[in-house]
């Protein structure tokens, strides 16, 4: 069975910065090799990821005009990830573009597929059409290259898994401090996870919602985690919460929501919105009545907190869900994110 995930622990943020001219591509090298050193990853591993880097970041210089961002993101395994976010015009032929020998520049267009090969997984999601602009639906790229400590990391992770899972956690202005929290665990049914958002910013919001993964043991129920957590935040300024449970073989979801949080459910390209009633754990807390939902193999359930805006649905990124989760939560992430709040998005495909 999988380790628990402690979104504190791993999903943490490592790099981000805007890619403007090639000069970026030389501190992104750097931070590269410094963080793949630290994680265990081999020389050769991490001259892989330098050159997966240096082709993502001549890629938007050339079709995004400097409009895009390199991040580097420590996830569960270890692994490592490195996201190229652009706000372009999209590739209008993926499949095109990534054939070796194409470019729409008259260069040797090898960019795409290389990264496919030096990268252990290598995922790509495009929307097309002129480039973004404020007020404007989102159009540009996003290619996320992973790459997993070992040597190898292809074949220990070719093996279709049983869900897939997708972290997105940012604190405010990235300060060191974020009060939202993801806490997942897969049991033997299936992922359970407990989403936390500590009222208010800083030290005091995350120590709010530390260290409560001891409230998600498996054979509690979920009505008696939600009062465990209760008891172990009173006193403190409280959170808002969602508790999932998703039953794999009965194909079943189970929402317990309390606060300002929200939940998704996509599936056959139709989006359902979720939300609950109000209450912050550690202050005023009701017992919910449970939201339940079915599940067909593929779906995609999200969960966010109030850092995520909410103003988008199944037509806001035609395509998207069913790419991997975890470039589903960098996309959303990333994009639909607020800039004055500690921002966090857990989402789970069920496979």
Not at 96 to 103: F, N, T
Request: charged letters at 20%; one cysteine or more; proline letters at 3%.
């Amino acid at each position: 069975m999988s380790l628990p995930i402690d979104s504190a622990k791993t999903g943490r943020l490592l790099y981000n910065n805007a890619v403007q001219h090639e000069a970026a591509g030389i501190l992104v090298r750097s931070k590269l090799f410094a963080i793949g050193q630290r994680l265990g990853f081999s020389e050769l591993k991490r001259e892989h990821m330098a050159l997966v880097a240096a082709e993502l970041i001549t890629n938007q210089i050339k079709y995004a005009q400097g409009r895009g961002l390199i991040q580097i993101w420590e996830q569960p395994g270890p692994t490592l990830d490195i996201l190229a976010l652009d706000y372009g015009p999209g590739i209008r032929n993926l499949s095109l573009a990534q054939q070796d020998g194409y470019s729409s520049h008259q260069t040797l267009g090898k960019g795409l597929g290389s990264i496919q090969r030096l990268a252990d997984e290598a995922h790509i999601y495009t929307r097309p059409g002129e480039s973004g602009a404020q007020g404007k639906p989102w159009t540009g790229t996003a290619v996320l290259a992973r790459f997993h400590a070992g040597n190898n990391g292809k074949a220990a992770h070719s093996a279709k898994r049983a869900d897939e899972v997708g972290l997105f956690a940012r604190a405010l202005t990235d300060e060191r401090f974020n009060g939202d929290h993801i806490y997942l665990r897969q049991r033997t049914t299936g992922p359970r996870w407990l989403h936390l958002d500590g009222l208010g910013h800083g030290q005091s919001a995350q120590e709010t919602t530390s260290n409560l993964m001891g409230c998600m043991d498996d054979a509690m129920q979920a009505t008696t985690v939600l009062q465990a957590v209760d008891e172990r935040l009173h006193g403190s300024r409280g959170a808002v919460a969602i508790l999932a449970e998703i039953d794999r073989k009965a194909g079943k979801l189970a929402l317990y929501g309390v606060g300002d949080m929200q939940a998704y459910v996509i599936q056959e390209e139709q989006l359902h919105r979720f939300s609950f009633s109000p209450g912050v754990l550690g202050k005023e807390f009701k017992l919910p009545t449970p939201v339940h939902a079915d599940l067909a193999n593929g779906a995609v359930v999200v969960t966010v907190s109030d850092g995520i805006r909410r103003s988008w649905d199944e037509n806001s990124f035609p395509g998207l869900f069913r790419q991997n989760a975890q470039l589903i939560a960098y996309v959303l992430g990333n994009i639909m994110g607020r800039i004055s709040d500690d921002q966090s998005l857990c989402a789970v495909r069920l496979s």
